[in-house]
């Protein structure tokens, strides 16, 4: 069962002095499209430049690389939780903080831990991500035909590393209202990390083009942080750590255990293939799997973007306008889930006018298979976003449950029907029990509250 993690949360409300929300849609909505066009033209371009072989080593990295979620392990939803609660009593005023000493204080503690987090995630890609990807790469004797394939590898999850410690101001100043800021520095890090990319796919050097792009993205992240962090550092430092440890980190280690199932209902598809399969299958999986990812970043922007909201709605127990906003979401994110599935079906009807692109690419049949479980999981994720935002981690067993049974069921359908048995026993998890789930989880949170 798929329950996606959620992306980085987004801007608070005018009602607290900041960008009003609508604003900060735009802003955050322009960074995912810059994500979507940069994705999908590299993906085209590492379609259509690369071996079957490459290919498929192209995106079973890119699949590995979407571990940053279990590096990121919760961190980010949960600071900007706690931030955004604390932006109560704390406001920006001339490019600093202003409140109580105690307030900036917690404040400044609780930016210190994300950069924390953000150094000890970087040490986890290369000393766990790193020998892990080079073991699961090194199972396909395919592999050998490519000389270059480990030091590609070591440079790409090097460039992740990179990325995390680039990431972790960001993270601390979305909390703290910047979102607007903070989509700006992302729309145009990612707008020159995917230029490098596309650039380093077009004149020939396409398995390098994911080095380029995270090393980049990572490099500018941390020059931008170096000048961001001051006024998170002049805050101070609580003195109090052990009780905001004592708060956090209940919640960390299940957001930690909730992140980890995720990723593997995510993002097992692509491995699977590859490991099972072969590179080739990977890579015709790969960029279907690129594609729906991309519509669902799309699809999920809009409860991405509102998640302070929620927080500051549900801190307040206005639960009408809570479920007011938590519908809207809902209509929005599944229309655009579906409205893109479409246009997706479209384009690959029109690319399969091309003899010489056929055989690289999606299968209409399957393909469609993989677009029904997009939109499930778009729901699911409006669903968590706002359910998580009030506190607590209420998709920790429905996310335990899908990390133990999507590998199994992933298996069998390969087994079975191939790529095809994959794509069904995906869309089963996703749709026949996530989504369900998903909703009743919902439910049982307004009769929670009414009681």
Same mark, same amino acid.
């Given at each position: 069962m798929a329950t996606p993690s959620p992306s980085r949360p987004a801007d608070l409300p005018a009602a607290v002095g900041l960008h009003h929300p609508l604003a900060?849609?735009?802003?955050?909505?322009?960074?995912?499209?810059?994500?979507?066009?940069?994705?999908?033209?590299?993906?085209?371009?590492? @379609?259509?430049?690369?071996?079957?072989?490459?290919?498929?080593?192209?995106?079973?990295?890119?699949?590995?690389?979407?571990?940053?979620?279990l590096l990121d392990a919760g961190s980010s939803t949960l600071l900007v939780a706690f931030l955004g609660r604390s932006m109560r009593q704390v406001e920006w005023r001339g490019g600093r903080l202003q409140g109580s000493p105690a307030a900036l204080r917690r404040v400044g503690w609780l930016a210190r831990y994300a950069m924390g987090w953000g150094l000890f995630s970087a040490l986890l890609a290369l000393v766990l991500i790193m020998p892990a990807s080079l073991w699961l790469l090194g199972q396909r004797s395919e592999?050998?035909?490519?000389?270059?394939?480990?030091?590609?590898?070591?440079? @790409?999850?090097?460039?992740?590393?990179?990325?995390?410690?680039?990431?972790?101001?960001?993270?601390?100043?979305?909390?703290?209202?910047?979102?607007?800021?903070?989509?700006?520095?992302?729309?145009?890090?990612?707008?020159?990390?995917?230029?490098?990319?596309?650039?380093?796919?077009?004149?020939?050097?396409?398995?390098?083009?994911?080095?380029?792009?995270?090393?980049?993205?990572?490099?500018?992240?941390?020059?931008?942080?170096?000048?961001?962090?001051?006024?998170?550092?002049?805050?101070?430092?609580?003195?109090?750590? %052990?009780?905001?440890? %004592?708060?956090?980190?209940?919640?960390?280690?299940?957001?930690?255990?909730?992140? @980890?199932?995720?990723?593997?209902?995510q993002q097992s598809l692509v491995p699977v293939a590859y490991a099972l399969l072969g590179p080739q299958a990977a890579g015709r999986l790969g960029l279907a799997f690129f594609c729906t990812n991309g519509l669902l970043m799309v699809a999920t922007a809009w409860a991405s973007a509102r998640m302070p909201e929620f927080a500051r709605l549900s801190a307040g127990r206005r639960w009408s306008d809570f479920d007011t906003l938590l519908a809207r979401v809902l209509r929005v994110t599944a229309a655009a889930a579906l409205g893109g599935g479409l246009l997706a079906v479209v384009g690959l009807w029109l690319l399969q006018a091309a003899p010489a692109w056929a055989e690289r690419l999606p299968a209409p049949g399957w393909f469609a298979l993989l677009l029904l479980a997009t939109v499930a999981s778009a729901v699911v994720a409006a669903i968590a976003t706002a359910l998580r935002a009030c506190g607590g981690e209420p998709f920790f067993v429905p996310t335990l449950v899908g990390g133990a049974l999507v590998l199994p069921a992933l298996a069998l359908g390969a087994h079975v029907d191939g790529?095809?048995?994959?794509?069904?026993?995906?869309?089963?998890?996703?749709?026949?029990?996530?989504?369900?789930?998903?909703?009743?989880?919902?439910?049982?949170?307004?009769?929670?509250?009414?009681?």
């Open positions: 900060a849609e735009r802003y955050y909505l322009l960074h995912r499209a810059t994500q979507v066009v940069g994705a999908g033209l590299l993906a085209l371009l590492a @379609t259509l430049t690369l071996s079957p072989v490459e290919a498929g080593l192209f995106f079973t990295l890119c699949s590995l690389l979407a571990a940053q979620v592999i050998d035909a490519l000389p270059q394939w480990r030091l590609v590898t070591l440079a @790409t999850l090097a460039g992740l590393a990179l990325s995390q410690l680039g990431n972790a101001v960001p993270v601390a100043l979305e909390g703290l209202g910047q979102v607007a800021r903070v989509a700006r520095l992302r729309a145009g890090q990612d707008a020159l990390a995917y230029a490098a990319a596309a650039l380093a796919a077009a004149s020939g050097h396409g398995l390098w083009s994911l080095a380029w792009m995270w090393g980049l993205r990572g490099a500018i992240g941390i020059t931008w942080s170096l000048q961001a962090a001051a006024p998170l550092l002049a805050a101070g430092r609580s003195a109090a750590h %052990r009780r905001h440890q %004592r708060t956090l980190w209940p919640m960390q280690w299940r957001l930690a255990c909730s992140w @980890t199932a995720g990723y593997l209902s790529i095809m048995g994959l794509c069904v026993a995906y869309l089963g998890l996703c749709g026949g029990l996530g989504l369900p789930w998903a909703l009743w989880l919902r439910k049982r949170q307004q009769r929670g509250r009414a009681a």
